[in-house]
């Protein structure tokens, strides 16, 4: 039920006794009654609250009913892309960011006898810098003479879907390695390669259909052979997790690790990979191929690194340019910094899906 003016203004004079305190109050108030069902944020006039209050109370409590509405969609749309990484907060313009494995070793120690020393850990660092990526909303003086507070509103939700699926859509490029993802030392190298030198010195592709046991076979076998170094021959524990898919094999994925029988095999056997893997899908995986999978531990390999997290911010400023330009009275800014990236090439396994 709408909230009419005179009311706003009194329910807003009572609710503190300065401007910042009467307008936080007051979003406490419509917070909590919105969470109880017992209003909608579209019950707020835009035009109304121009009106009853201040420039200051207006951009605090707008502010309030847009990032509410932004970051709902924000969480409802986000996609697995988040699930499968390692967030790392930051400051800084690049990270040196350790690799997933260090090149040490754990000897023996007889009686009496003093401890090996390493010398130096030659740890595996990759470098992964940042991006800011953002818009902004402008309200004019029309849309809030014309009192277009549903629209406003369904506007701040488009923009809250928008940055959830651009930051699911990056971070699938990552892991595809449809964008630069690794950068070992500093130099961006391959991802996925058959070729085993440098810094790359273990195949981590096949190019196996997936179709049925022995296919997944095939990848755990491959991650199996994982070293600690070119020059240690060490394996290494990657636990592999999640079976990540596109849509079109989705169905075929879900089928593999959820029959109870073996498919592929004869006399029904049983299935070790019941449940065994977590299946993941994301359409940003079909746009770059509708064949290719991937098996491996995704949080140990990936990383994102998150300068800004997803913020809406507000200027009122009415002596801008846009002010005097356009007629902007409020304008509202999303954004946030951050990347994606890739730690190692060791922990996660891709197959093109060509045979």
């Known amino acids: 039920m709408r909230i009419k003016k005179d009311r706003l203004k009194k329910l807003i004079e009572n609710a503190g006794s300065n401007d910042i305190l009467r307008a936080q109050n007051f979003n406490k108030k419509i917070n909590d009654l919105v969470e109880n069902n017992k209003l909608n944020r579209s019950d707020i006039s835009i035009r109304d609250l121009d009106e ?49 494995f260090t090149e040490s070793s754990i000897k023996e120690v007889t009686e009496g006898e003093g401890y090996h020393h390493t010398g130096m850990i030659k740890e595996r660092y990759v470098k992964v810098g940042a991006v800011k990526y953002g818009e902004i909303l402008d309200i004019t003086e029309e849309s809030i003479r014309n009192d277009q507070t549903g629209l406003i509103l369904l506007e701040a939700r488009n ?53 049925d046991y022995t296919d997944l076979d095939a990848a755990k076998i491959l991650i199996g052979k994982m070293t600690v170094s070119a020059n240690n021959d060490s394996p290494i524990n990657v636990r592999p997790n999640v079976l990540l898919v596109p849509l079109a094999l989705e169905t075929k994925a879900q089928r593999l690790i959820g029959s109870s029988s073996l498919p592929g095999a004869a006399n029904d056997e049983a299935n070790p990979y019941k449940n065994r893997y977590d299946v993941k899908s994301s359409v940003y995986l079909d746009s770059q191929s509708a064949t290719a999978w991937y098996l491996g531990n995704f949080k140990k390999q990936y990383v994102y690194k998150e300068v800004i997290p997803p913020q809406l911010l507000v200027r009122n400023d009415e002596k801008n340019p846009a002010a005097w330009e356009r007629d902007v009275k409020y304008q509202f800014k999303i954004r946030y910094k951050g990347k994606a990236a890739a730690r190692d090439f060791r922990a996660v396994v891709k197959s093109d899906g060509s045979v």
């Open 159 to 211: 923009y809250g879907e928008t940055l959830a699926q651009h930051l699911e859509e990056h971070i699938m490029k990552v892991i595809q390695d449809a964008t630069s993802a690794w950068y070992p030392s500093g130099t961006q190298t391959t991802l996925y390669s058959n070729t085993a030198s440098g810094a790359h010195f273990k195949d981590n592709l096949i190019t196996n259909a997936l179709e």
């Open 52 to 100: 009853a209050v201040n420039t200051t109370i207006f951009s605090i409590i707008m502010g309030n009913l847009l990032s509410k509405e932004f970051f709902a969609t924000f969480e409802k749309e986000s996609g697995i892309g988040l699930e499968l990484i390692s967030k790392l907060p930051s400051n800084l313009k690049t990270d040196e960011i350790p690799g997933v």
